[in-house]
């Protein structure tokens, strides 16, 4: 039988959020545990870089401060899991221009050194995200608080996210997903983990391994994965 590949595309943690509860090495265990292959650390990347008490530990004073800080922890992270598990580069990220929550994937620490991602209007983010090779996505869609923007202005969306919060508009996510996406935008879920005691319910599936987040972009883009959620019966069964 052939091996099936479990990555997270969506997961935080404590060494730069506090509204994440659990530390990188602490979060790989449960993972592993869990028959996962790759974890995409997903930490905040906001344009508050005054450091707001509920997403950052400590106060940058710049961009580069940030970008630094969120791309050695995840390197930290890695060396930690020592091979045992894929990590994989990402961020979710706000901007100055919109309130929403977008997971970015693909992007390397020189690339987002390279121009202010805050400072752009979301037609430029997008645009320029896309010149890289990388993907935006917007996250958990329906959520209380996001807004609808014109589906041009993404790549796809977070059809199931596992927070709480998020849980009970992701079946409209879903649909919004495929209506406003014309069925051709990537539909991406996942878990949003922040706490020991949150259940690790979504994944995408693979047939090959996702090692790094070249790797996770060409799959995406391929349509060469499954959506998997637990108990999520109109989600799995359309896959």
């Known amino acids: 039988m052939k091996r099936i590949y479990k990555t997270e595309l969506h997961c935080h943690t404590s060494e730069v959020s506090p509204c994440a509860h659990m530390t990188g090495a602490e979060t790989i265990e449960k993972y592993l545990a869990a028959g996962y292959t790759s974890i995409v650390i997903t930490n905040h990347f906001d344009a508050c870089r005054v450091g707001a008490p509920h997403t950052y530990k400590v106060r940058y004073d710049t961009y580069e401060e940030q970008v630094r800080r969120h791309f050695e922890v995840i390197r930290q992270i890695r060396e930690t899991a020592n091979g045992r598990i894929n990590i994989i580069d990402g961020f979710e990220m706000s901007t100055c221009h919109s309130g929403n ?3 970015v994937f693909g992007m390397t620490e020189e690339e987002a ?20 090779g990388c993907l935006i996505i917007q996250a958990h869609p329906m959520r209380q608080g996001m807004s609808i923007i014109d ?9 199931y996210n596992g927070d709480l919060e998020a849980m009970k508009y992701n079946e409209v996510a879903y649909h919004f997903a495929l209506v406003a996406g014309d069925g051709k935008k990537i539909l991406t879920v996942g878990n949003d983990h922040h706490l020991k005691e949150e259940p690790l319910r979504a994944a ?36």
């Open 101 to 103: 929550d977008y997971l």
């Open 113 to 132: 050194l390279s121009k202010d991602l805050f400072s752009m209007s979301m037609k430029e983010l997008r645009c320029h995200i896309n010149s890289l």
């Open 151 to 159: 589906p041009d202005l993404v790549d796809g969306y977070e059809v």
């Open 204 to 239: 995408i599936l693979t047939e090959e391994p996702i090692r790094d987040s070249k790797e996770l972009v060409t799959i995406l883009k391929s349509g060469a994965y499954r959506l998997y959620v637990k108990d999520a019966d109109y989600l799995n069964d359309a896959n």
